[in-house]
């Protein structure tokens, strides 16, 4: 089963576009599974633990994931689109409490939807698929580090997106993040623009 690429959206976006059939079409283009960034307005839990972000955006978290999320904090959402009564919603996967150094996530969001929009693919289309079939092999060897397995992409690819890599490696974006952050760190990759990646020779 494909694992659908989690795009970082504003929060208004997921209520002033259409969802058809648990997608949010923006720019035409339809995708499943969104990244959003906004502060808890308000909480309620019945047999589903729901979230009210900025703006009427509502997060639905149905295996209780988040108890420990309070009004006022600003989380990082990963998520599927869904629906319920015409009412558009996103289903928690994952989500990060983003309380420190609040602005720069906001500005650093902003900046990352700016960069990856270009990107988007409308995912009701079949994906094209261009990666040779010895790397996808290794690539999903459950034995191979992630990290190693994310510097082996980098490395047989030469150069990479941000996104491309994502849907190759096939981990959560939180954890691509951290192994991005420490092979910057380390010296062995670099980045010629923002958002791609290349070894360093």
């Not at 079409?25 to 047999?47: A, C, D, F, N, Q």
């Not at 980098?154 to 420490?182: A, H, P």
């Amino acid at each position: 089963m494909r694992r659908w690429t989690a795009y970082k959206i504003r929060p208004e976006e997921l209520l002033e576009n259409e969802v058809v059939d648990n997608t949010l079409i923006i720019e035409g283009k339809r995708i499943h599974r969104v990244r959003v960034l906004g502060e808890v307005k308000k909480i309620s839990e019945t047999s589903i633990l729901t979230f009210e972000l900025e703006g009427g955006v509502v997060v639905k978290d149905f295996e209780k994931r988040g108890r420990d999320i309070g009004e006022g904090d600003l989380i990082d959402v990963i998520g599927r689109i869904g629906q319920f009564e015409g009412s558009p919603y996103i289903s928690l996967e994952l989500y990060k409490v983003r309380n420190e150094e609040r602005e720069k996530w906001r500005e650093l969001r902003e900046l990352e939807i700016e960069i990856t929009r270009r990107y988007m693919e409308d995912e009701g289309e079949e994906p094209s698929e261009d990666y040779s079939e010895s790397i996808i092999e290794e690539v999903y060897r459950e034995e191979t580090p992630k990290k190693d397995m994310v510097l082996k992409v980098i490395r047989e690819r030469g150069s990479i997106e941000y996104e491309e890599l994502l849907k190759t490696v096939n981990i959560d974006e939180y954890e691509l993040d951290k192994i991005l952050e420490e092979l910057l760190e380390e010296g062995y990759i670099y980045e010629p623009k923002a958002g791609t990646y290349k070894m360093v020779e």
